[in-house]
């Protein structure tokens, strides 16, 4: 294939491969805690740590992720206290990180305007090798820790009173989750632009909220989406001549757009269901409810309930006399 024979579009498809496959296992957690935009924030800061690493010489992609660690950390202390004014000390951090970006990057040596578009809404096709192998290196720890602690992530999502209560260090695994946004981001500004990273790390996973049917299967969903948009957004701005960042965006609310009308017009035909309330428990092969089939999916009974997994929910189906006594008692 042509795109295949330019070095720098190999390792722009490899780039595309990494941030598709890490941003959203990151963003799931966001979605979970109604914390979509943060990625945003992150963006902001990380381009005063590029400013400093250009104004300085020094790799921008060290300092950025510098920066953007500490300016998560300090982001998720501010969350923890739950005052008030922590909305706006983070609003005085994010516009302070981009406006120290615009002005440390327009001091750098040889500095252009192109530059500052270059990571404010990506560059893929200047990524060089030292760049990949750090982004690399990177995305394997954040797969690693995401999918790896998943259980305990996602509990502390769920509720962190009963995480607290449980015996979990619910700050120090915000925190973790919080670096790990801030490494995404840095890892993302090659490919998307630190203005545009947010949507690779939310849109696929909205998406799979639309199909998944369990928290697991939701993750890999997300995962598979990222990675078809990122390298498919690369090829067609190869061909279109187009912003490669600004094309995978395109190319995934193209994807949400579509799942949601597809999925609208099948709960159109199948008729409406109900959400079933919030609970700690996550069902599955061996989370001790019975299991009855139903249409495509499978129903757990649970305290006299039908639970359905749907994304990041359950849908409530309705039980017969029998099944909601046999679901009580083995609840």
Not at 205 to 229: D, E, I, K, P
Request: hydrophobic share 50%.
């Amino acid at each position: 294939m042509e795109i295949l024979q330019f070095d720098f579009m190999q390792r722009a498809l490899l780039a595309a491969l990494l941030i598709g496959l890490s941003a959203p296992a990151v963003g799931i957690y966001l979605v979970q805690r109604r914390l979509a935009l943060i990625g945003d924030g992150m963006g902001h800061v990380a381009l005063t740590g590029v400013g400093i690493g250009l104004l300085t010489r020094s790799g921008p992609v060290w300092t950025a992720l510098v920066c953007t660690v500490l300016g998560a950390v300090l982001i998720e202390v501010m969350r923890a206290k739950g005052r008030t004014s922590s909305d706006v000390a983070l609003a005085v951090m994010f516009y302070g990180g981009i406006a120290g970006g615009v002005v440390l990057l327009a001091k750098a040596p040889g500095s252009t305007p192109a530059n500052l578009n270059a990571y404010l809404f990506g560059s893929i096709t200047s990524t060089t090798p030292g760049d990949l192998v750090v982004f690399a290196v990177l995305a394997v720890v954040v797969l690693a820790v995401a999918l790896g602690m998943s259980r305990v992530f996602f509990t502390v999502g769920a509720d962190e009173e009963y995480a607290t209560a449980a015996g979990l260090p619910v700050l120090v695994l915000n925190i973790v989750l919080a670096v790990m946004v801030a490494v995404t981001v840095v890892v993302s500004m090659r490919v998307v632009g630190l203005l545009l990273v947010s949507a690779l790390m939310i849109v696929p996973v909205a998406v799979a909220q639309r199909v998944g049917r369990s928290f697991a299967g939701t993750v890999a969903t997300a995962m598979v989406v990222g990675v078809v948009v990122s390298v498919g957004g690369v090829f067609t701005s190869f061909y279109a001549d187009t912003p490669s960042g600004a094309t995978i965006v395109l190319a995934a609310i193209a994807v949400f757009v579509l799942t949601a009308a597809g999925t609208a017009l099948r709960a159109r035909m199948r008729g409406p269901h109900n959400e079933a309330e919030d609970h700690l428990h996550t069902h599955g092969p061996t989370c001790g409810h019975r299991a009855v089939p139903h249409e495509d999916h499978v129903d757990y009974l649970h305290d006299g309930h039908r639970h359905a997994p749907h994304g990041a929910h359950y849908d409530e189906h309705f039980a017969d006399e029998n099944e909601t006594a046999q679901g009580r008692r083995s609840s």
